[in-house]
């Protein structure tokens, strides 16, 4: 079982930038890939981000040049750096370990991001 715990969320202004953190407390975390999720208000939850157990990245069109995501296996830890946030960022971020694009079935409970206009 996977725990995982996300952090950094708020309440921001249009262009203005957070920083997310996910520490997950599971062993495989320094060989699987990691990805950041975002469900937005009456939507599905939808991967964004992803970052591979090499370190490298993917990045949904929707953030690719604002987002930048990153991981520190000694910490076991993956970061998001959002920048130029939009109103349309909002939504609560989840993080969690990808087996290819299939999250496990363990989420956190995630972190709230509001971006106002």
């Known amino acids: 079982q996977v725990q995982l715990v996300e952090s950094g969320g708020g309440l921001v202004q249009t262009g203005g930038s957070l920083r997310l953190s996910c520490a997950a407390s599971?062993?495989?975390?320094?060989?699987?890939?990691m990805g950041w999720f975002r469900q937005a208000p009456g939507k599905q939850r939808e991967l964004f981000a992803r970052?591979?157990?090499?370190?490298?990245?993917y990045y949904a069109d929707s953030v690719k040049g604002r987002f930048t995501i990153s991981r520190d296996n000694a910490k076991k830890t993956v970061y998001l750096q959002m920048n130029s946030l939009k109103p349309e960022d909002t939504g609560i971020y989840y993080c969690?370990?990808?087996?290819?694009?299939?999250?496990?079935?363990?989420w956190g409970q995630g972190t709230q991001v509001t971006v106002s206009s």
């Open positions: 969690n370990t990808l087996a290819g694009l299939r999250p496990s079935t363990d």
């Open positions: 970052i591979t157990s090499g370190g490298s990245t």
């Open positions: 599971a062993s495989i975390f320094t060989v699987n890939a």
